[in-house]
């Protein structure tokens, strides 16, 4: 089954969840229709801003909204799985918008392969990276005090088709995190690939290995 990838480079949130979701409906509709239709993973990069999914808490936005004008940023209210989690520039933004039967993955078993897609780029770094009990996404030192987050990870799906995705902090401004409780943690920290490597990351780069990860494991 062939999957295309999409860069839709620096995108306004509001753009990309209307093209999301756009290609969500369409393939859904194919998809019970008996139609052809394409499974897409879009790479992107967003203008600051916070997203709270179904599940989430307001109180965990620490901003009111003149804080969010004064910092730049906006609040959207989504429709994914999940708490709040930031995006901006400098964070990689991955959305496979996909027909998960095709792949024969469950929503659980396909969650885990983008943890382990996320996994391998770190270790491609040199960076060891896990998971967490009982927290989706891709941790650091996950089981002791020092736990911090590198890639957030929620997700929407119908009729076994996804959106929505992950967030891998590559070069990301984490000061952007101290104005939330992001995914609802108070006492975990946040990191990103700069951060633990010392050094700027090209993102280019960052995008082809995770596309590769991404698609060898969807391929298996």
Not at 85 to 101: K, W
Not at 147 to 176: F, W
């Amino acid at each position: 089954m062939k999957t295309s990838v999409v860069d839709w480079g620096l995108i306004p949130y509001s753009d990309s969840w209307n093209r999301q979701t756009e290609w969500f409906d369409a393939l859904v509709h194919a998809k019970l229709d008996g139609k052809p239709y394409e499974n897409r993973i879009v790479m992107c990069e967003h203008p600051h801003v916070y997203t709270l999914g179904r599940s989430g808490k307001e109180n965990n936005m620490l901003l009111g909204e003149e804080q969010l004008k004064a910092i730049g940023a906006t609040l959207y209210h989504i429709d994914r799985g999940g708490d709040i989690t930031y995006h901006g520039p400098g964070q990689l933004v991955c959305y496979p918008i996909i027909n998960l039967e095709d792949f024969g993955l469950g929503l659980k078993e396909y969650v885990h392969l983008l943890e382990e897609a996320v996994i391998r780029v770190c270790a491609s770094y040199g960076i060891t990276a896990g998971r967490l009990e009982k927290a989706t996404g891709v941790w650091l030192d996950g089981d002791s005090p020092r736990a911090r987050k590198i890639c957030a990870i929620g997700v929407r799906s119908s009729h076994y088709v996804t959106m929505h995705g992950l967030a891998l902090n590559v070069n990301t401004d984490l000061r952007y995190f101290s104005y939330i409780n992001p995914c609802g943690f108070i006492d975990k920290g946040v990191t990103s690939l700069q951060k633990e490597l010392g050094r700027e990351v090209a993102m280019d780069e960052v995008k082809h290995r995770l596309q590769v990860e991404i698609q060898s494991l969807l391929d298996r």
